[in-house]
């Protein structure tokens, strides 16, 4: 047996009733609380979606995609994850149906299953423990959220794994942590229970006894009712956990902690660790309740429908808003709403505008709009990837009177492409993967607004795009006033630009909202808000 194996206690988090119940923010809370216990630990998430990862699906269905410092793109769970915790995560920790599949497909190409009948069980869960123990090196305790609803046919093979793992493990080691949903019936005036038994009897059915059950509420859950869940459920009382709707998702590892929940892990994994210091979370937590002020922002998207297409987006806001001491009230604006006609009536009660990335070119003259409006007015503004390129197209049409300018992603046929294709994209048929993904450094002008932000020189941050800003332009910005404050190390790539005359009108290449944390927020963020506080009328106390 391997050390990872020996030394690693395992903590899988399922859920059950419906989808959407937050197992990312438990698992991330219960990561935080083991780490305030000198515990090292590691978070992963196996998707049970046939698609190799979500590179390639619309945020509009699935959410935003969070990438790691090594480029992977993964679920948007692993942003709570690092937000949450000290991990620094990579592609080992996220997983799907379809990577599984695929390696598998090619062992038994190789030939290494010797002429095997290549089967769910062994092959599948074999290849799923794998993931899973390679996910889990040099930490104490590995968290392992499996995606999807008890009940979905895709998710039976890591339930099978999860049992294997624990039959091989022994129970001291593998602890099984599920959550639930007890809906309150507001024509029978109750709680009921029942969706939480049946969740828990179909885990059962498929040999997996969850040792504490996460019960999500919205409002108190009374005692007889964890009472009746742990007899009906064959958990013990205390292992029995209400998780209530929270104005804040960083208030549940204190609500957690509160009810004994890390205390009932380490007891239940034989864990001996220092006494908890949640001291930086209850800190949070009173920034949150007592801000000074308040602002408003619009975000200037193109997935407005579903709001977790802007996940970190609107975390590294919130996270910004408390190291301002501001409460941030975000409206997600359509930019396909959104025309040089109305883009002054629609934002001119803003204190600060975003524009973030994003592919296609449903609603980019409306972005295009808002940009030249925070520009003119000299509202606050932050462009994030395709937000910092459509900020060079309308410098281009509007201040060097280029009328055509335009995006290779758009026009490929526009005489003036200020935003082109990189060389070693073009004939690219597959779009998974192969964009400029994951971690790059970028060298900063030290008398830029970028430096005064970051305070440093050198930076890296995670990249996600296929178009880069053409140099064949660059004389002709700076001449103009935009100041290119942040390249590549050997000046080829733009990663920042700046207005030298606005307040703070900042466009970068990169996503910075995907390493903001709610106590180290990101400095690009937590200066644009700074000065958003500066230029607004907010209410302030």
Partial sequence: MSKTKQHTKYIF?????????????????????????????????????????PGTMSPSQHGEVFVTDDGAETDLDLGHYERFTKANLSRSNSFSTGQIY????????????????????????????????????NCDVSIIEIGGTIGDIEG?????????????????NVLCIHLTLVPYIAAAGELKTKPSQHSVK???????????????????LPEELKQKIALFCNVKREQVIEARDVDSIYKMPVILHGQGLDQTIVDCLNIW????????????????????????????????????????????????????????KVNYLDAAEINAQNAA????????????????????EGKIAAIRYA?????????????????????????????????????????HLVINLLAEQVGIVNKGGTMRLGAYPCHLSPDSKA????????????????????NAYRQSFVENGMDFSGLSPDNNYVEIIELVDHPWFVGCQFHPELKSKPMAPHPLFSDFIKHVRRSSQANLV
């Fill in 156 to 172: 039976q093979p890591f339930l099978e794994s999860i049992r294997q793992i624990r039959y091989e493990l022994g129970a001291q």
């Fill in 451 to 470: 430096f005064a932000a970051y305070g440093r020189k050198t930076i890296s941050e995670r990249h996600r795009h296929r178009y880069e800003f053409n």
């Fill in 202 to 220: 179909e885990l059962r059915l498929l040999g997996v006894q969850p040792d504490i059950l996460v019960c999500r509420v919205d409002r108190p």
């Fill in 102 to 137: 695929d390696a598998v497909l090619n062992k038994e190409r190789r030939g290494d299953y010797l002429g095997g009948t290549v089967m769910v069980v062994p092959h599948i869960t074999s290849q799923i423990k794998e993931m899973i123990f390679k996910a889990s090196e």
């Fill in 375 to 415: 520009r003119e007015s000299r509202t606050p503004f932050l462009g994030i990837c395709l937000g910092m390129q459509l900020a060079a197209v309308e410098f281009a049409r509007h201040v060097l009177l280029l009328s055509q300018a335009n995006s290779f992603e758009f026009a490929p046929n526009s005489p």
């Fill in 273 to 328: 660790t220092r006494k908890p210091d949640l001291t930086p979370w209850f800190s949070i937590v009173e920034r949150v309740e007592n801000p000074q002020g308040e602002c408003r922002i619009a975000v200037v998207g193109k997935y407005t429908e579903v709001k977790d297409s802007y996940k970190s987006i609107e975390e590294s806001i919130f996270h910004a808003g408390l190291s301002n001491r501001l409460s941030i």
């Fill in 345 to 364: 009536a629609t934002l001119a009660d803003f204190a600060g505008i975003i524009v973030p990335g994003g592919f296609g070119d449903r609603g980019i």
């Fill in 13 to 53: 988090v399922t859920g059950g009733v419906v989808s959407s119940l937050g197992k990312g923010i438990i698992a991330s809370s219960i990561g935080a609380l083991l780490e305030s216990r000198g515990l090292k630990i590691s978070l992963s998430k196996a998707d049970p979606y046939i698609n190799v990862d």
